[in-house]
């Protein structure tokens, strides 16, 4: 069997939990106003998963939606990738409680841990499995379940985040086919590790009294220096992606990014070249869910139908690490 030339989207899926936490909850929480978030993020509310809900629990759901649009079932997958830097466990990994709760077959299932970029690493490599024939369906999902390790007094970081999942299904183009990804492309810098982090409760400073008392277990922020990265890495990562397709801004349809703050998309728009009007935007009502971003967007576009066959369509993303990454379809 010869391996296909190129991979595609089978079919798109999320799940985002019911409770709504909106900026005027927050002033009763935190020093901060509806008027300061909008203004310096886009945010008006994000979702928050309730009590005894995982990210296991949220991932399964947004996977079975994913399987369900591409007529698929769990038994049809050979290799489930999970973006998460917030799965149920230490260990064992989420993936396995997804293919458990899922009931999959015994095949390749493991976690990826690149922050917002989570979603975005998963499809690169999905994409190589399926380009090579070593797989021939692979679940890709990416969830978060970060209001549980916000502090939830510091008014920096926990207006920003959300809770939630999106997954999508990967498989090969056949013959007459119009949608294909046409490229991703990942990048990693490790020297702004520690501008985004959380830095206690792994192997450097395990969990203890004391960093449980300097409050070291939630996500910690230099917030001006990942406004930077973002907005000059999001838009090279567009920029390469285009080049390498060979194709400009004017033709991009749809840039399906991720959803952090509007601030960082207006500066992506400006260095890429795509207007804003092209730019799909739910932040104002999710928030940031970090790897669950893109998918969940791209899912909410589709069945939305504003993306059609033929169409071309530019996903991008960055979280701690410094992890960052584009991807480009031809949708269909
Ligand atoms: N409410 C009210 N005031 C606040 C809040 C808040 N929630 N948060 C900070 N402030 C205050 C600060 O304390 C500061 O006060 P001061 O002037 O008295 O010291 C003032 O607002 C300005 O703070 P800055 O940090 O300069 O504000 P900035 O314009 O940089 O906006 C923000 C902060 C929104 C965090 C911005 O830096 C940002 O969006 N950075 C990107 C971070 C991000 O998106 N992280 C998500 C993960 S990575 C990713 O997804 C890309």
Same mark, same amino acid.
């Given at each position: 069997m010869t391996a296909p030339r190129r991979s595609r989207l089978l079919g798109t899926g999320h799940y985002l939990p019911a409770r709504v936490l909106s900026n005027s909850d927050l002033e009763r929480m935190v020093d901060t106003s509806d008027a300061w978030i909008v203004e310096r993020t886009g945010i008006r509310e994000r979702r928050i998963a309730a009590e005894g809900e995982c990210s296991s629990d949220m991932a399964a759901e947004a996977a079975r939606r994913a399987l369900e649009s591409a007529g698929l079932? @769990?038994? =049809? /997958?050979?290799l489930l990738l999970v973006g998460t830097i917030?799965?149920?466990? @230490?260990? @064992?990994s989420c993936a396995a409680l997804v293919q458990k709760k899922l009931g999959m077959r015994n095949v390749l299932c493991v976690d990826l841990s690149a922050a917002c970029a989570g979603w975005l690493y998963g499809l690169e490599i999905a994409d190589q499995y399926v380009r090579t024939g070593k797989a021939r369906r692979v679940l890709v999902v990416g969830v978060e379940l970060l209001s549980r390790v916000?502090?939830? %007094? =510091?008014r920096v970081t926990c207006v920003l985040f959300g809770d939630g999942a999106g997954a999508a299904v990967l498989g090969p183009q056949e *013959?007459? *086919? %119009?949608?294909?990804?046409l490229g991703t492309h990942c990048f990693l810098d490790g020297?702004?590790?520690?501008?985004?982090? /959380? @830095? $206690?409760?792994?192997?450097?400073r395990p969990a203890s009294h004391a960093t449980v008392d300097a409050r070291e277990h939630y996500v910690k922020m230099q917030g001006q220096e990942i406004f930077k990265s973002a907005v000059k890495n999001l838009a090279s990562s567009c920029k390469v992606a285009l080049e390498e397709a060979k194709? %400009? $801004? $004017?033709?991009?349809?749809w840039v399906v990014p991720h959803q952090a703050n509007l601030r960082i998309l207006q500066g992506v728009s400006d260095r890429v070249g795509?207007?804003?009007?092209?730019f799909y935007i739910n932040l104002d009502r999710v928030g940031n869910t970090s790897s669950a971003s893109v998918p969940i967007a791209l899912d909410e576009a589709s069945r939305a139908g504003l993306l059609k066959p033929g169409q071309v369509v530019l996903c991008c993303a960055l979280g701690a690490g410094i992890a960052w990454g584009s991807a480009l379809f031809r949708w269909g």
């Open positions: 079932k @769990p038994a =049809d /997958i050979d917030s799965a149920d466990h @230490p260990m @064992p916000l502090d939830w %007094t =510091d *013959e007459g *086919e %119009t949608g294909a990804l020297g702004l590790a520690g501008a985004l982090c /959380i @830095p $206690a409760g792994g192997s450097a194709l %400009t $801004a $004017a033709e991009v349809d795509v207007p804003m009007a092209r």
